[in-house]
């Protein structure tokens, strides 16, 4: 069964950095392009950050760009979302979601998430 699972989630304040996690079971990363997504309370799911399969292009949103970075080590099939100078309104379930094409059909995986609060 493919699955997606993300981690490193927790409590941070204020100012600081977290790294969150993700990593498919049952299929590997290189064709896959990647999207984090958060879900505060209250609140739609927005996109956040994404970097294709081909070529390591990415793109983020305008609230956490030169905040936030995006990578992918493809050897350790994981995915990261490196997250500084954290702010309350960065607090959300953060989703990761993987996206192969094949044809012209997508197909999509995605986890259950993982808790970033940032509170003092």
């Known amino acids: 069964q493919l699955q997606v699972v993300e981690s490193g989630g927790g409590l941070v304040q204020p100012g600081g950095s977290l790294r969150i996690s993700c990593a498919p079971y049952g299929f590997t990363l290189d064709y896959y392009s990647i999207a984090w997504f958060r879900q505060a309370p209250g609140k739609e799911r927005e996109g956040v950050s994404c970097i294709s399969a081909s070529d390591g292009t990415t793109n983020y949103a305008n609230s956490v760009k030169g905040r936030f970075t995006i990578s992918r080590e493809n050897a350790k099939s994981t995915v990261y979302l490196h997250m500084d100078n954290l702010k309350p309104e960065d607090t959300a379930v953060y989703y990761c979601?993987?996206?192969?094409?094949?044809?012209?059909?997508?197909?999509?995986?995605w986890g259950q998430g993982t808790q970033v609060t940032v509170s003092s």
């Open positions: 979601k993987m996206r192969e094409r094949l044809g012209h059909k997508d197909y999509d995986y």
